[in-house]
């Protein structure tokens, strides 16, 4: 500030340089943010028409293209078979991606916070982790059955590891030295998770959560497959021992578009849980 004040004082032709330079820094950034949106709206518009035209010049048993995606979920919508599946699978994601979020939260504060805790599971949740999960979905389905229960335990074992993981190491990460010096305030084990634990492992939970939301749809996904009485997962498998591929894309597209509206939501939650992450952004 002093400078600036001097160069003020001194000489008033290197203040107007100054301001020029910053201005134009200004509109080189803002022109730069233009060219990012600018890319970001036309690369979809030009994968859609490359995916139009290709998909207009292949066999439709094997390929199909977005105007006959429209239409097939068109007749979806009005005959209902897509509404009432979409609505099983979104009800098995919720219930099961939530148990997943919440058992993997409790059992990652837990064993961060205590080691007999970690000495007692840290081998059993490793090998669960490194155990594909898809192995264990025909046993899962032998032992729950075909209705919803099944899937909604496969969803909340592909969820809850991510969330798990990352919040052990958040909470393994919580500097000691800060843990010292709201110790030596004589803060009570409560204060100290709601003053420290929580907020420092924060970041490192949503990173989990987001890891979990594609887990889960997957997860979905292959438990419909193995139950196929109900789902998107089922209308995939129906539609393709049809041969009906247009209609075969629509629940992808629909699982797509809830992944990405997932995704948001969570950055938006993020947002508001832990704003100071985002202020020197």
């Known amino acids: 500030m002093r400078l ?29 943010y233009h060219f990012i949106g600018w890319l970001r709206g036309i690369s979809p518009i030009v994968i859609f028409l490359l995916w139009e035209w290709y998909g207009r010049n292949t066999n439709p048993i094997l390929f199909t ?6 239409r097939a979920a068109i007749d979806m919508i009005a005959d ?44 059993p949740i490793t090998a669960l982790y490194v155990t594909p999960m898809v192995a264990l979905v025909p046993i899962l389905v032998l032992w729950f059955g075909f209705g919803t229960s099944a899937k ?53 939970i ?3 959560i987001r890891l979990a939301i594609g887990r889960a749809l997957v997860a979905v996904i292959v438990a419909e497959f193995y139950t196929a009485i109900s789902g998107l997962g089922y209308l995939i498998v129906s539609n393709a021992h049809s041969f009906q591929t247009a209609r075969v894309f629509v629940p992808i597209v629909v ?23 985002y202020r020197h952004k």
């Not at 160069?7 to 100054?18: D, E, G």
């Not at 058992?103 to 081998?123: E, F, H, K, M, W």
């Open 65 to 70: 293209y977005p105007t006959a995606i429209v």
């Open 255 to 277: 699982l797509m578009a809830v992944g990405i509206i997932s995704t948001g939501l969570l950055e938006v939650a993020e947002a508001r849980i832990s704003p100071w992450r």
């Open 152 to 204: 909604v335990v496969v969803v909340m074992l592909f969820s809850i590891f991510p969330v798990l993981i990352n919040t052990m190491r958040g909470v393994r990460e919580v500097d000691p030295q800060l843990i010292e010096v709201v110790r030596s305030f004589c803060s009570t084990e409560y204060r100290l998770w709601i003053d420290l634990v929580l907020p420092s492992s924060l970041p490192f």
């Open 206 to 208: 949503m990173t989990g």
């Open 80 to 123: 209902g078979t897509l509404l009432v599946a979409l609505s099983q699978s979104i009800s098995v994601l919720a219930i099961g991606f939530m148990l997943g979020v919440l058992g993997g939260i409790a059992l990652g504060l837990l064993i961060g916070r205590s080691t007999v805790a970690a000495a007692l599971l840290d081998i």
């Open 4 to 32: 600036k004040t001097s160069v003020a004082t001194s000489n008033p032709t290197k203040v107007a340089l100054y301001r020029r330079k910053a201005s134009h820094r200004a509109d080189a950034c803002l022109n730069h």
